[in-house]
């Protein structure tokens, strides 16, 4: 027993430390990104790329919005480099539980694309410090909208500091004149830090890798596959500053179904281990009409465990994911047209363990069974009017459509969440050109959403509905997703290239969004982002 203890809790100690040498090598390799963007700013970029431009320039390229990276090889291929750096705050009431009622984000982007002889590479990394104040009900994971039922909640709102970084690129080579190979990879670390008892501290990471083909089967008509996998790990230590208060903490395990325990003074440590595997398929004509269709299929398979030194098994959940997106481009000679059309099917089935804690060999898993469902169905139609312009375009006019419906079911003792919503929204951005000289560009736009809820019905068919898990977060989140709402929003962009013989672009952006509910608490929530960069 002892033995197994010992070998147990220096496995924790050597998984700690791989954690902190995997953060630090993506800090290193993030910098190392943003020393190389800055480097190429000596290089000629094939465009003057204002905001409206680098807008146009990702929506007409079909394939760089996809997960098959050998087809950026058939969008354009320009070289570009940007970076910015943004503050965005959210204020109001208006949120799910388990976000701040103020959030602070500081956030630092580098993207850009080079060609490489005959490899076009491209690669972005993004670093966000964030400060969450007054979220409830969450006391263990970094991501609590993630899909993982079995985590820990309490009953005091704290603030919380985050850090995420999250580095990801993309290569395509030609190996012939029909054939394209090619590899996405991302890697996310992201760290989280409760700041009143009971205390966390969670680290989540993931590492991503998606290898691609694509064959032509003629000039305008090709067809792509790719594969999926990624791992997940989730390290959260749970742990009370203050012995003498008695704090109640939640073992949950879905629609509010929890176990209380009178605290945890010896502190609790959640693991959470998946692994992911999925594909994805792609269809294109490139004609006068630019056509896409692509379908990816995941599944994912994560397991909750308590504890490191004597794991627990508290559950498992069975995560599958269905996309099909249809994707639509034409450019006239005076008004371009760009259409999306998007199906999104998702199953999850939590299995929870009955286990016993043998003396010898620790935790032993005696049965499991599905105990849990949770299915959620999206379909949306976005549609774009461009009217074409030199830089980019002159002015945009879009719209979309958005049904959504959730069902889930715990399944004993019964409980259950049904809803569904529709979102209609509008936008509308107009380009004006201030000046020929040195590219001076003011880039405005404004939007409207309204979120209609058609249904909605909660019941907790448990034995504790007094619980906090029940009538704190169960119902706020209940209310909050069955909540008819609208915003409004605008926006403005300035740019201009920094001298006459500078292909560097300068930009400065605002944009402000107020969004109001009048249903159970007449609540509302605001956000503000500003940010400053370049691209050249």
């Not at 990276?69 to 208006?94: C, H, K, N, P, Q």
């Not at 005959?118 to 609590?144: E, H, I, K």
């Not at 109640?248 to 992911?276: C, F, K, P, Q």
Request: glycine share 8%.
């Amino acid at each position: 027993m002892e033995s197994y203890i010992n070998r147990k809790m220096n496995e924790k100690m050597n998984e700690k430390m791989n954690e902190k040498i995997i953060i630090r090598y993506s800090f290193l390799t993030g910098a190392l990104l943003f020393v190389f963007f800055w480097s190429v700013k000596a290089q000629k970029t094939d465009k003057i790329l204002s905001p409206a431009a680098m807008e146009w320039m990702k929506t007409t390229n079909l394939w760089r919005q996809t997960s098959n990276a050998a087809g950026v090889l058939l969008d354009d291929t320009i070289r570009y480099s940007e970076l910015s750096a943004a503050y965005d705050a959210y204020r109001g009431a208006f949120r799910r539980p388990e976000q701040g009622e103020r959030e602070n984000n500081l956030t630092f982007s580098a993207e850009g694309a080079e060609k490489l002889k005959n490899t076009y590479v491209w690669g972005r990394f993004d670093y966000m410090r964030q400060t969450v104040g007054d979220a409830r009900y969450n006391a263990s994971l970094a991501d609590p909208f993630r899909g993982m039922p079995y985590y820990v909640i309490d009953e005091n709102a704290s603030n919380w500091n985050n850090q995420h970084y999250d580095l990801a690129f993309k290569a395509a080579y030609p190996a012939s004149s029909k054939l394209m190979l090619g590899i996405e990879g991302s890697y996310r670390a992201w760290i989280g830090a409760k700041q009143r008892d009971i205390r966390v501290d969670s680290r989540l990471y993931t590492i991503d890798l998606k290898p691609s083909v694509v064959y032509a089967l003629a000039p305008d008509h090709h067809i792509g596959a790719n594969l999926h996998y990624y791992n997940l790990k989730e390290y959260s230590e749970m742990s009370i500053l203050n012995v003498y208060i008695l704090q109640n903490a939640y073992e949950m395990y879905g629609l509010g179904n929890a176990r209380r325990t009178s605290g945890i003074d010896n502190g609790r440590d959640g693991v959470y281990i998946g692994n992911n595997a999925g594909f994805g398929l792609q269809y294109a004509y490139s004609g006068p009409l630019q056509v896409l269709f692509t379908t990816e299929w995941d599944k994912k398979v994560e397991d909750a465990q308590v504890g490191q030194s004597l794991p627990r098994d508290e559950g498992t959940v069975k995560d599958v994911r269905w996309v099909t997106r249809l994707r639509a481009f034409r450019k006239g000679e005076r008004w371009s047209h760009a259409l999306t059309l998007e199906y999104l099917h998702r199953h999850i089935d939590g299995i929870e363990y009955v286990t016993l804690l043998n003396e010898s060999t620790g935790w032993e898993s005696l049965r499991s069974d599905i105990r849990s469902k949770y299915r959620t169905q999206n379909t949306a139609v976005r549609y774009t009017l461009f009217a074409n312009g030199a830089d980019g375009y002159d002015w945009l006019l879009g719209g979309e459509v958005v049904y959504s419906k959730k069902k889930d079911d715990y399944l004993l003792p019964a409980s259950q969440m049904t809803y569904e919503n529709i979102i209609f929204a509008l936008r509308a951005k107009k380009n004006i050109r201030l000046s020929a000289r040195l590219s001076k560009r003011l880039l405005l736009g404004v939007d409207t959403r309204y979120n209609a809820n058609l249904s909605g019905y909660y019941r907790y068919g448990g034995v504790y509905p007094d619980y906090v898990a029940v009538t704190g977060l169960m119902r706020s989140d209940f209310e909050y997703l069955t909540s008819s709402f609208y915003s409004v929003g605008a926006s403005a962009a300035y740019s201009q290239r920094l001298n006459d013989r500078s292909g560097v672009t300068a930009f400065a952006k605002a944009a402000f969004s107020y969004t109001h509910s009048g249903d159970y608490h007449s609540t509302n929530r605001s956000r503000l982002l500003i940010s400053v960069g370049c691209n050249f």
